[in-house]
């Protein structure tokens, strides 16, 4: 069986995948995802799916459920290392798709699909560890303790920005706590889950374990959050987005898994090492072209190196090469579509006429190799109002707001007060100031002298505030966010 359908004059027609098939949609009707950094070529033909696909997804994942949950787990770890080394073997090729589907450089898909990869075994070991705990009990000849339980089905949803790495690591432990999967991809990326489907089907998951449905977003969203069949829901997405899903879901107490928006902060303090915070907000800002959900929005830097720094970034960021991530040579690629160009253009508007002063770029790219692609240069204002919007709002794009303080205490001040609460780093040597900032900031991952980006898999993920609504991702509890906890209380009295 096939991922893809031949290809049609308009290019190469992918399906959904139902019940362990390839199936066109009951619609009949495709939509189109092109390279943003060429959108003249087209990277493929999606399904164009409705709520009865949905239904049919869901139906097929009932089906399957209970059998694939009563296969012991270490078996289905099994199957997820298997899947781990389908993808070292086609880490290349799936990379260049990504980079061709949504303009992030080789070296950044490389590394969101050797991602997928350590998650799929860093999961498939868990299958071999404890599924529970045995607790004492108050009373005599009593044996308590708690086991797992399948949440049941699972509607998994996922942005564009990480195509491979964010369904592998919602997938993966959701599988291996013995559930089956409803996944709907972004529309500017599905074949990375697609071809997710077809590696675990040749890893041996059995049909209908998981399903992948492609298509709009708002309605195939709305039927498949509001499903009475499904019991969890788990999406990274916008915040806007995140709020529309937990409304739903709180309708039916369903559970629901929120990793949302952020405006991520560095904090450079006056005794900073000013070389290595340039160099960490260069990549932090302008990798993955400012579109990470850590990416570093905010500079917030004490005013009496704020001169320094911002001579220093500008040239650092001067000198960054845009273009077509497949050329080795490029460091930033496009923005993920045209629409995204608008998008941070507005925001450079708005920079300006709230009073900030654009110090580097501002504008798209769009003549000579550029002419055909999504191309934003980086951009940096600086005094910035804490205030602006330019401060406060996700932006989503190579844009850095550098915001001077004047101490320690405004400076965390300023890093709390947007709504969000995903990621913030601190640069400074000062060891009293680093353990009071561990306290004070409020933000689910917390770097020192590194950049807001580059968490590790083997750590919880998550935000606080408006970044989440309180469940981490990874690490530890990874196959927890997708089980049921039950208590077992056994009493074994000695009278007859
Ligand atoms: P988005 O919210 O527009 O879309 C996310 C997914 O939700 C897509 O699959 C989309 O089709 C779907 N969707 C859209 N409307 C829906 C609805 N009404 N109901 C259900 N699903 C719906 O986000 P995006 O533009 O794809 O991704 C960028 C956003 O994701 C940013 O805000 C970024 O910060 C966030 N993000 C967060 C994390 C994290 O872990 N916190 C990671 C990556 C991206």
């Known amino acids: 069986m096939s991922i893809s359908s031949p290809s049609t004059e308009q290019g190469q027609v992918y399906q959904n995948f139902i019940g362990g098939e390839w199936r066109n949609s009951r619609s009949g009707e495709t939509f189109t995802s092109t390279n943003p950094a060429h959108t003249s070529e087209v990277i ?14 869901v139906e097929a994942a009932v089906k399957a459920q209970p059998g694939w949950a009563a296969i012991p787990a270490p078996e289905r770890g099994e199957i997820l290392l298997r899947t781990a080394l389908l993808l ?8 260049a798709q990504m980079t061709r589907e949504m303009g992030k450089i080789l070296k950044e898909t490389r590394g969101d699909v050797q991602v997928a990869i350590d998650v799929a075994k860093y999961v498939a070991g868990e299958g071999r560890r404890a599924e529970g705990e045995t607790i004492p009990s108050a009373l005599p000849n009593k044996f308590c303790m708690t086991i797992r339980h399948p949440v049941g089905i699972v509607g998994i949803i996922t942005p564009w920005n990480f195509p491979l790495a964010i369904p592998a690591w919602k997938t993966f432990p959701a599988l291996l706590a013995g559930n089956a999967i409803m996944l709907k991809p972004a529309s500017d990326t599905p074949l ?4 997710l489907a077809e590696l675990l089907q040749q890893a041996g998951l059995p049909a209908g374990v998981l399903n992948v449905v492609t298509g709009p977003g708002g309605s195939l969203g709305d039927v498949l959050v509001s499903h009475k069949k499904v019991n969890m829901i788990s999406l990274t997405g916008s915040t806007e987005v995140g709020r529309r899903v937990a409304e739903i879901c709180g309708r039916d107490l369903r559970r629901c898994a929120l990793e ?5 902060a560095v904090i450079v303090l006056e005794d900073a090492d000013l070389e290595l915070a340039v160099e960490c907000v260069t990549w932090g800002a302008f990798g993955t072209t400012g579109q990470r959900c850590t990416a570093t929005s905010r500079v917030i830097v004490q005013k009496s190196v704020q001169r320094a720094f911002t001579d ?11 273009g077509d991530g497949l050329n080795p040579q490029t460091d930033m690629g496009p923005l993920v579509n045209t629409g995204r160009v608008k998008a941070v253009q507005g925001y450079s508007e708005i920079g300006k006429l709230e009073g900030a002063k654009l110090v580097l770029g501002g504008s798209p790219l769009n003549e000579g190799d550029y002419r055909e ?27 850095v707001s550098i915001v001077p303080v004047v101490s320690y205490e405004e400076a965390v001040k300023v890093a709390n007060s947007t709504e969000y609460g995903l990621s913030t780093a601190i ?14 900031i409020e933000s689910g991952l917390v770097y020192f002298n590194t950049s807001t980006t580059g968490s590790e898999i083997q750590l919880p993920f998550g935000g606080m505030k408006s970044s989440g609504n309180g469940h981490r991702e990874l690490g530890t509890s990874a196959v927890e966010e997708f089980s049921e906890i039950k208590s077992i209380f056994v009493s074994y009295p000695t009278r007859k």
């Open 44 to 57: 493929g033909l999606y399904q164009r799916s409705t709520a009865d696909d949905i239904e049919d997804a």
């Open 88 to 95: 070292e073997q086609q880490k290349e090729e799936l990379a």
């Open 192 to 195: 990375l889950s697609l071809k």
């Open 260 to 264: 949302l928006g952020g405006k991520n």
């Open 312 to 322: 220093r970034l500008v040239a650092a960021a001067e000198k960054l090469r845009v």
């Open 373 to 399: 692609g999504a191309f934003y240069k980086p951009t940096i204002f600086t005094d910035v109002g804490p205030t602006m919007r330019i401060a406060t709002e996700e932006i989503f794009g190579p844009f």
């Open 427 to 440: 640069f400074t040597e000062n060891t009293r100031l680093t353990f009071r900032a561990m306290r004070d």
